[in-house]
């Protein structure tokens, strides 16, 4: 049985969630839904092209919520928002008595590199998808590319918070620090956090341009916070003048769906590195399907073309979570086949069984846990604070 984890990946810390807009959940529930149909897709493909039986195709985990039985597969949606699975008559008992032990068509008894095939599959699946999603993105809507400017913008101050008593106010903009001008670059934000976290109860010159256009001026002194750093209760995001860029014809959309991509993939890859590397700092980053959903309906309220980058980022991250050699998951299976290469011959059956169950039932715990934090960060139950 191959299938998605329950784990999804992803930093979703200051997205400000708004429970309104229920037509915008049910486009974002419609794109998680459709790239974990994709990934299963990928596996049951590769099987059904090589003449591999296949008894079930089932999106979502528990009872079933709808249920087709075809002519030899069974294709259903079921409850629990967890991922998906392709079943073979390899992990059914009862499947498997229909069929020779010997047939040539089950799983079990194909060759590595066709086995190998139909679990990367679904791998494969989610970054074609992605690439496509990513294509139509460039030819249509086109991308947004950012020219940043010198400073970095407050969009929000805290009810009397320090920043709010100092007099800083939304909309304006941090020209300076203690008279070092914050650059027109990606890392400004970065730098205006890290003087401002270095520098509890030391107060700080910063020049702001107000929106009229005025500068001024004004003494600000961070407040220690709990982990001994500065607070000053405000949000920072970058100054920077936003564009789109359409595709001038098909070669130039496949450049820029492929530059795209990459981005994406680095920003999965690097945001796993930090939470494997140092997940006592990251651990918050681990998000399951109630903070995904919640995060595409908000890109859905705020601009529509954005459901581009949230399904191909999504597609992306399943893609690279399902290649982590744990049990369960594809690599878990891939690591195997390894192993078994490695040996000359399989591993006990019942020692794999072993392996993959405990893994399922890990990662499903998982999942619960992180529905039930999603679910209780949705309504309030945990709020996250202000720099």
């Given at each position: ?98 069929f ?9 008894n ?61 909309g304006?903009?941090?020209l ?62 970058a ?35 930090q ?43 399943l ?5 982590l ?15 078994e ?47």
């Open positions: 049985m191959f299938g998605v984890g329950g784990a999804f990946l992803g930093a979703l810390a200051g997205t400000g969630f708004d429970a309104s807009g229920p037509g915008s959940y049910a486009e974002a529930l419609a794109v998680l839904a459709t790239i974990v149909g994709i990934h299963e897709a990928g596996h049951f493909a590769a099987a059904r092209l090589q003449g591999i039986h296949v008894t079930k195709f089932a999106i979502g985990f528990g009872p079933p919520l709808l249920r087709y039985q075809g002519e030899r597969v069974e294709y259903s949606l079921r409850a629990i928002p967890l991922g998906g699975y392709v079943a073979f008559p390899d992990d059914d008992p009862e499947a498997a008595e229909a020779p032990a010997d047939d040539p068509d089950l799983l079990k194909r060759s590595i590199p066709e086995r190998a095939l139909v679990i990367s599959a679904g791998v494969l699946a989610n970054c074609l998808f992605a690439l496509a999603i990513l294509t139509t993105q460039v030819s249509t809507v086109g991308v947004v590319e950012s020219r940043f400017l010198t400073g970095v913008q407050v969009p929000e101050v805290a009810a009397a918070s320090v920043a709010e008593r100092a007099g800083l106010r939304s304006d903009t941090i300076a620090v203690d008279g070092r001008e914050v650059p027109a670059s990606s890392t400004a934000v970065a730098r205006v956090v890290r003087a401002i976290v270095n520098s509890p109860e030391r107060t700080l010159d910063l020049t702001v341009r107000r929106p009229g256009g005025d500068t001024v001026h004004l003494p600000v002194t961070p407040a220690l916070a709990s982990d001994g750093g500065g607070r000053i209760g405000v949000q920072l995001s100054n920077a003048a936003l564009s789109r860029r359409v595709a001038a014809g098909p070669g130039q959309a496949l450049a820029m769906a492929a530059g795209e991509f990459r981005k994406l993939l680095n920003v999965v890859t690097t945001g796993l590195q939470i494997v590397f140092n997940f006592a700092k990251t651990a918050d980053a681990v998000s399951g399907p109630v903070a995904i959903v919640a995060v595409g309906a908000e890109v859905a309220r705020a601009d529509a073309s954005g459901l581009f980058q949230f399904a191909a980022i999504v597609n992306i991250n893609a690279v979570v399902n290649l050699p744990l049990p369960a998951l594809d690599g878990g299976y891939l690591a195997l086949l390894v192993v290469a490695a040996r000359g011959r399989k591993l006990p059956k019942t020692l794999e069984q072993t392996i993959m169950a405990s893994g399922l039932l890990l990662l499903s715990g998982l999942g619960f846990f992180l529905i039930l934090r999603d679910v209780g960060n949705l309504t309030g139950l945990t709020r996250g604070g202000l720099m």
